[in-house]
């Protein structure tokens, strides 16, 4: 298996709402990771997990919540989110942090969006 | 400060022309760089990266570190080609810098 899973593909939420977004990767990855893609934008890194821990958190608002259950499993928890954080998500995942270019490996996306 | 450069929001080309698409960086160490593409509704992709040295699909990229350039080549360009392209550079053990993105339009 050498993909990254996410789900859902569409997601549809009120501002109060709470929901979550799961990425699964069976690759034997050690590093996973959220980004957020605007419309023709590069991804913008949000958060890194590297063996389970956290390793980044690029200053996201608490509003979002993520979680690394296990090493191949990435979920993130949304709550009173905001319009302007209607986009698409991606996750990836990477085998870890050595230096020899290893690349990321993404996934679809969900297409999140705020009512 | 680390960044990673495209200049060309969109390239043009008509098929069997040759492509180049730019990337330039700044970074301080030991760089390392990636292209991924994206075509339309599909995932960002891994195309090359320069410690491998590798041709995908008639690409190849060349790490110039006196320039700072990682510029995408390709001899004669296909339509399948067109899509969105991001260099990206790695910064320290997890976080990898992207550049803005050149649209490719490969024209019949």
């Known amino acids: 298996d050498t993909e990254v899973t996410q789900t859902p593909k569409h997601l549809v939420m009120g501002m109060t709402n709470k929901k979550s977004l799961k990425c699964e990767q069976h690759m034997g990855h050690r590093a996973m990771y959220w980004y957020k893609q605007k419309a023709k934008k590069p991804p913008e890194l949000m958060f890194v997990?590297?063996?389970?821990?956290?390793?980044i958190n690029e200053s996201v608002p608490s509003r979002f919540s993520p979680e690394c259950p296990n090493s191949s499993l990435l979920n993130l928890h949304l709550h009173a989110l905001q319009p302007e954080d209607s986009a698409p998500y991606l996750c990836a995942s990477s085998q870890g942090g050595q230096p020899g270019g290893q690349p990321q490996h993404f996934g679809d996306g969900t297409r999140l969006s705020i009512l | 400060a680390q960044r990673v450069t495209q200049p060309e929001k969109l390239l043009s080309v008509f098929k069997g022309a040759p492509v180049e698409l730019k990337c330039n960086y700044s970074?301080?160490?030991?760089?390392?760089l990636f292209w991924y593409v994206q075509y339309s509704r599909q995932r960002l992709q891994l195309l090359l990266r320069h410690i491998s040295r590798e041709s995908i699909k008639g690409f190849t990229a060349d790490l110039n570190k006196g320039e700072t350039s990682f510029h995408l080549k390709k001899p004669f360009a296909q339509e399948e080609d067109s899509a969105m392209y991001y260099c990206?550079?790695?910064?320290?053990?997890?976080?990898?810098?992207f550049g803005t993105g050149t649209r490719l339009k490969v024209l019949a």
């Open positions: 990206a550079l790695r910064q320290g053990t997890y976080k990898y810098i």
């Open positions: 997990y590297s063996y389970e821990k956290l390793s």
């Open positions: 970074y301080s160490g030991s760089p390392e």
